[in-house]
């Protein structure tokens, strides 16, 4: 290792005094971007694209400007939620997000691929590449709230997240069945040696309340994500439950109908911040 010159921005050597933000990517120079809070979750298909639109569009009802940066890029899912299938435009001075009906700006892979379902079969470092580019080159338009649905899990893409765009929170999705194990605990810390505080835990499809006397059934048992948010620390929790009026609406392209208020709680702590 050469001498150090405590510059980080011309050193790319691994050292205990590099701080993680000396990799932070500038945002494109027409954007404003306020606050940026990304969604993790342990695993695939527990709902973190649901939590990232509902938060999103939680935000966006309070009067928030509210904008979704889609880093799943093998697993996009937010565009079809939304209806959107345009494909992104772009102008000298970067790429346009497309608008969801109700106003929230919107980037994913899914807006530059030829066909919605071609799949993406690129490596790591490309799909780490093509999110640095969602934030240098596509030009968000005065964003108070931007949400990153992260791809799940601590790889590669989710460390570029967290070094390149200036994430001021995490917001940690799980299932109940994920509450119980140590899957919560791998994205607690990883926060942690990022300096990103966790915000809050969403349990996602906590309970099943019965259409006809709103008794609510925790089908895959009692919930333990109070206990856990108090082991890690984490002021906040919300519970969505699992709930086939949300698929559906997801699956016509319609989330932005959904009336579902459960994650007002967090939506008004992350107004403050
Ligand atoms: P992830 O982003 O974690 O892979 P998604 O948000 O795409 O997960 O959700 C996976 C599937 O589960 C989708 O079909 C979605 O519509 C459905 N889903 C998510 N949350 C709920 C819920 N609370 N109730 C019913 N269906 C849900």
């Known amino acids: 290792m050469s001498e150090c010159t405590h510059d980080?921005?011309?050193?790319?050597?691994?050292?205990?005094?590099r701080d993680p933000k000396s990799f932070l990517k500038p945002v494109n120079q027409y954007s404003?971007?306020?606050?940026?809070?990304?969604?993790?979750?342990?695993?695939?298909?527990?709902?973190?694209?649901?939590?990232t639109s509902l938060m999103a569009l939680s935000m966006n009802r309070s009067g928030y400007k509210t904008a979704i940066l889609d880093a799943d890029v093998t697993g996009p899912s937010i565009p079809q939620m939304f209806g959107i299938h345009q494909k992104a435009e772009g102008t000298e001075q970067g790429i346009l997000p497309a608008i969801t009906k109700g106003g929230i700006e919107l980037m994913s892979v899914n807006l530059l691929l030829k066909n919605e379902d071609?799949?993406?079969?690129?490596?790591?470092?490309?799909?780490?590449?093509?999110?640095?580019?969602?934030?240098?080159?596509?030009?968000?338009?005065?964003?108070?709230?931007?949400?990153?649905?992260m791809p799940p899990g601590t790889g590669d893409v989710p460390l570029t997240v967290f070094q390149s765009l200036p994430v001021d929170g995490i917001l940690v999705v799980a299932s109940p069945q994920e509450l119980v194990g140590m899957i919560v605990g791998k994205a607690v810390k990883m926060a942690g040696l990022m300096n990103i505080p966790v915000l809050g835990i969403v349990e996602n499809m906590a309970y099943f309340a019965c259409p006809d006397c709103g008794k609510k059934h925790y089908i895959f048992g009692n919930s333990n994500v109070d206990a856990i948010?108090?082991?890690?620390?984490?002021?906040?929790?919300?519970?969505?439950?699992?709930?086939?009026?949300?698929?559906?609406?997801?699956?016509r392209g319609a989330i932005e109908d959904c009336q579902g208020e459960w994650l007002a709680s967090l939506a008004e702590m992350i107004g403050k911040l």
Not at 8 to 17: H, K, L, Q
């Open 32 to 51: 404003t971007v306020k606050k940026v809070i990304a969604v993790v979750s342990g695993k695939g298909g527990v709902g973190k694209s649901m939590v």
């Open 118 to 149: 071609d799949p993406v079969v690129w490596r790591g470092p490309i799909i780490a590449g093509t999110v640095e580019q969602f934030w240098t080159d596509v030009i968000w338009n005065d964003v108070d709230y931007m949400f990153v649905d």
């Open 229 to 251: 948010a108090k082991k890690y620390d984490i002021a906040n929790t919300a519970q969505i439950p699992l709930d086939p009026s949300l698929s559906a609406l997801s699956d």
């Open 8 to 17: 980080c921005s011309t050193c790319g050597e691994s050292c205990a005094e």
